[in-house]
Antibody, heavy 115, light 105 residues
Framework: EVQLVESGGGLVQPGRSLKLSCAASGFTFSNYYMAWVRQAPTKGLEWVASITNSGGSTYYRDSVKGRFTISRDNAKSTLYLQMDSLRSEDTATYYC????????WGQGVMVTVSS | EIVLTQSPTTMAASPGEKVTLTCLASSSVNYIYWYQQKSSASPKLLIYYTSSLASGVPDRFSGSGSGTSYSLTISSMEAEDAAIYYCLQLTSTPTFGGGTKLELK
């Protein structure tokens, strides 16, 4: 069974950093493209970033370029999202998703950016 | 950026009723993907490549469309189908539609 378990969320002040992790199991992690999708409170879904299976290519939405970094450790079957210079508009539940068509989703982790 | 516009924003359907949700793209896309999100749960893939049913999804769900106009149809509404439905395009930078909230009448 595919499992994606996010961690690392919490309350953080504007301008500070936070690093999210997603522990994957139940499949061969190194074979899959992975992505982060977020959902602000009471809002819709928003793609954030994606990474190829090798980690060789990464993609970002414009609003997070230069502030967020997606990465992966295939030996640990773990996906990461380093979030720097956080803004209030980054407040959301962040989901870890598997493959290009977002076939599997984690339970999500809440990130609140507030002073 | 390709904008996806979903309609209606909200609707209610009675058990057994046929439901059709639409997703219009601002530019032509190759495929549309549909997701279902219940209450506070994580989204779940329903339809991929416009019309292929994801594993475990009841066959009362179906998808169709091409170019800029796509739809998700539920042939016979059931109580468990009450949820928010989102469409997604991957032809260019991924974008989601704003969602359609489907309620049980």
């Amino acid at each position: 069974e595919v499992q994606l378990v996010e961690s690392g969320g919490g309350l953080v002040q504007p301008g500070r950093s936070l690093k999210l992790s997603c522990a994957a199991s139940g499949f061969t992690f190194s074979n899959y493209y992975m992505a982060w999708v977020r959902q602000a409170p009471t809002k819709g879904l928003e793609w954030v970033a994606s990474i190829t299976n090798s980690g060789g290519s990464t993609y970002y939405r414009d609003s997070v370029k230069g502030r967020f970094t997606i990465s992966r450790d295939n030996a640990k079957s773990t996906l990461y999202l380093q979030m720097d210079s956080l803004r209030s508009e980054d407040t959301a539940t962040y989901y870890c998703t598997r493959d290009r068509i977002l076939r599997s989703w984690g339970q999500g982790v809440m990130v609140t950016v507030s002073s | 950026e390709i904008v996806l516009t979903q309609s209606p924003t909200t609707m209610a359907a009675s058990p057994g009723e046929k439901v059709t949700l639409t997703c219009l793209a601002s530019s032509s896309v190759n495929y549309i993907y549909w997701y279902q999100q219940k209450s506070s749960a994580s989204p779940k893939l329903l339809i991929y490549y416009t019309s292929s049913l994801a594993s475990g999804v009841p066959d009362r769900f179906s998808g169709s469309g091409s170019g800029t106009s796509y739809s998700l149809t539920i042939s016979s509404m059931e109580a468990e189908d009450a949820a928010i439905y989102y469409c997604l395009q991957l032809t260019s930078t991924p974008t989601f539609g704003g969602g359609t909230k489907l309620e049980l009448k």
